[in-house]
């Protein structure tokens, strides 16, 4: 499905009304409460004065006048916020609220602080996301800077409202009910602790770009002749070789220079990819197109901008998740998320741009029709080893033997041959671990074919030439990877099986067992067992066990040191609703482990449940609820 690259009314609202208002609502409310708090408490001193100077009856009329003018004029706020030594004597006299005007205003400051820097940060945010679409280098300065900057408004954004959320959670109920909460206040001071440590802890701590490749490296005696050819494009290109050649069996190719880990052993410098599977399907000048493709990436600049960017955005994502992990920080994650938004565009059109220069030096160092089928085949290719790995995610049954790269040979010419009428094929963009593409018929656009005449060569045309044939043992190679890769895919389908079935058969049943087996608890001192298996819990003590199916609700509470378990299920006779409570912490096993343990195994039966649910509906409608789609 092709790539939204505008804003929709609602994805506008969320990146751009949301981020403002979260991100000034607390300073705003904070700045109005305050100075409504200090108001209020210059009216109280006000009135006490007011009343003694009442009842003073050595003061005379116009002298009394005098002292309320004065008093009218200049509150008892602005007194002792004063260093005016004339004054002295009278911030004596309302040393009791000094606490409280110091309070109110520095968390008026504080409110200040936030708003401006807000607003600014706004500003600032609008220009530098301009710069970007400029150029690659402006859009590295521009997110090289910026996140320098962003960082300090964030730090002071989240310090500030931090502060401002601990001194509400007194003052709002103290001011207002005349009482105050110290639960509250102790929950809003520990949440502000957490949120400004995890926040400096996610500037300082470091970061690991190294990025692990399934494959193997292909050194120059077992792939000489792909190495001489890419020698030569390189050189047509004016560039240096790469420094190393990965084969895999993704479907993709791309280029990295970004420090990669093979097999445990990270290798720095320009890397290649390339795909032993699509090297199959792919005709030599089909798959010429594609590496002179990767090569004018290298001439381009793009990946040394790239290593240079990754870093940066992989920072500032670890960021985003840290201020969205406190609720004291989330509005400041919005404001955060807004920028990244908005850079994402920037980064997407030329990161797109890039595509279209590579495809166009691709197109002229081969041909348009070479670069055209190569796209169209990695795009059928990639839809069609989808399919074959979701029709097979979705069986209900421990497979074996998966055998993925025989189902796909055998099928992918009958697939390929009726995409040739899939016009929804020109929307699809192939997958890329560091860029975004553009769609299919845009790229077959720009280089001058249709997609009716890309589809139609792509699959009529055979391949008796491929580079899969000239890399020595490509097979072997290809089929360890294949090897590791099903193995995985097994085991992660098959741990997966539990959580999409209530077992109604032997074998099912030896599955779900298999990885949610019977686990008791033994009593401390009574001699009582808490028993859990996949469908039910039960205390030795209990007339009849407590079944999943039956279960409402599970809530577990901490009280006087023990912490205390609440069922709420159906009986099984009536279906009225019943309480049991379950005193956890006088097991054997800690109290922690028994709640991780009893979640999840009802988590199971849940998940399992929702599963089944879906695929009723789905057959009730008249879909394949096993089609994987």
Known sequence: MEQETGFSRMSFFKSFCVPVVLIFLIPS???????????KTDREIFEAIESEIAQDAELSQEEKDDYLRFFRETPASVIMASDNPEWAELRQTFSKARIRYTTFRWMIRFSIYCLVTGAGAFIFVGLSVLLSFSSQLMQYWSLSIGWQILKLISVIQVVCQSALCVALSYWITALWAERYFPKLVLLAGIGAICAVGMMIWAIIKPLHPDSEIEGRLLDEFEAAKLWSQIQELCGRLGLQKPDQIVAGIDDNFFVTEHPVTVQGVTHTGRTLFVSLALLKILSMQEANAVLAHEMAHFSGADTIYSKKISPLMSRYGEYLGTLYANVISRPVFYFMLFFWSMYQLSLNRLSRHREFRADAIAAELTSPQAMARSLVKIIIYSNYRHQVQSELFAQEHAVESMNIISRIEAGFNEFARACVQDQHLGGEVPSHPFDSHPPLKQRLDAV??????????AVLDPVFDSWH???????????????HFEEEFRKYHEATLPYRMAPS???????????FPEVSFKHKKENLELILDYEKLRLT???EPIHFSAVVNMIAEESFGSVYVTILHQKPIDDSAKKTKLNISKFETAAKEIWEIMQKYYGRHMVAKEWLQQKASEEANGADPNSGS
């Not at 409310?29 to 108001?39: E, G, V």
């Not at 058969?505 to 990885?515: A, K, L």
């Open 448 to 457: 001058g074919m249709s997609l009716g005449e890309a589809l139609n060569a």
């Open 505 to 515: 058969n032997e074998q099912e049943r030896e599955i779900v067992v298999r990885y």
């Open 541 to 543: 003590e209990w007339a």
């Open 29 to 39: 409310f904070s700045l109005w409460f305050f100075h409504h708090a200090q108001n």
């Open 469 to 483: 044939s000239q890399i020595n043992n490509a097979d072997q190679i290809e089929a360890e990877q294949w090897a």
